[in-house]
């Protein structure tokens, strides 16, 4: 069985231990902060492999009231596995994702100035096509196109035709 650090202390504080322990005294005893217990215990008690058994919700971590035990069932028919942590940090993801948002904006904006550099003057409905042509790694959605037209507008990259509001024409 192949554990993190903190997945082989948190087991550590079961061994030769039949009665339950509380949330709170796994991480007392383990010295580990409430966030990273959550993920501790959770790997171990519902995952895949349940080393332990907890009382409550299958899925779910309740610090308050959940009560952890060694599950002396338990059996695997693999000679090695490994346990892995879980990934509980919603915030982390949350950040990552506005990462990768602000990521793909600067890739739309360049592809929408070097399609506008090379061609001056350009329909609204060709350049929403042509952009989504050239980008590769992701496809855009057209309502983000247009955003990102209209801050490249603003920033006085591009202009609307005067006499034909659907046509870009590209500011030097």
């Given at each position: 069985?192949?554990?993190?650090?903190?997945?082989?202390?948190?087991?550590?504080?079961?061994?030769e231990?039949?009665?339950?322990?509380?949330?709170?005294?796994?991480?007392?005893?383990?010295?580990?902060?409430?966030?990273?217990?959550?993920?501790?215990?959770?790997?171990?008690?519902?995952?895949?492999?349940?080393?332990?058994?907890?009382?409550g919700?299958?899925?779910?971590?309740?610090?308050?009231?959940?009560?952890?035990?060694?599950?002396?069932?338990?059996?695997?028919k693999?000679?090695?596995?490994?346990?892995?942590m879980s990934?509980?940090?919603?915030?982390?993801?949350?950040?990552?994702?506005?990462?990768?948002?602000?990521?793909?904006?600067?890739?739309?904006?360049?592809?929408?100035?070097?399609?506008?550099?090379?061609?001056?003057?350009?329909?609204?409905?060709e350049?929403?096509?042509?952009?989504?042509?050239?980008?590769?790694?992701?496809?855009?959605?057209?309502?983000?196109?247009?955003?990102?037209?209209?801050?490249?507008?603003?920033?006085?990259?591009?202009?609307?035709?005067?006499?034909?509001?659907?046509?870009?024409?590209?500011?030097?």
């Amino acid at each position: 069985m192949s554990v993190s650090a903190f997945q082989a202390v948190a087991l550590t504080a079961f061994h030769e231990r039949l009665e339950p322990l509380r949330f709170r005294e796994v991480c007392d005893q383990v010295g580990i902060d409430i966030a990273t217990g959550k993920r501790v215990l959770h790997s171990l008690a519902c995952g895949k492999h349940r080393v332990l058994s907890k009382s409550g919700h299958n899925r779910s971590i309740n610090p308050v009231t959940d009560h952890f035990q060694a599950h002396l069932g338990f059996y695997s028919k693999l000679k090695r596995f490994a346990i892995p942590m879980s990934c509980l940090d919603d915030e982390r993801k949350k950040k990552i994702n506005v990462e990768v948002q602000q990521q793909r904006g600067f890739a739309i904006d360049a592809t929408l100035v070097r399609i506008m550099k090379a061609r001056k003057r350009f329909g609204h409905q060709e350049l929403l096509g042509e952009v989504i042509h050239q980008i590769q790694n992701f496809k855009p959605e057209s309502k983000l196109v247009r955003q990102r037209i209209e801050g490249l507008i603003e920033r006085e990259y591009l202009q609307r035709d005067e006499s034909n509001p659907t046509v870009y024409v590209y500011l030097p």
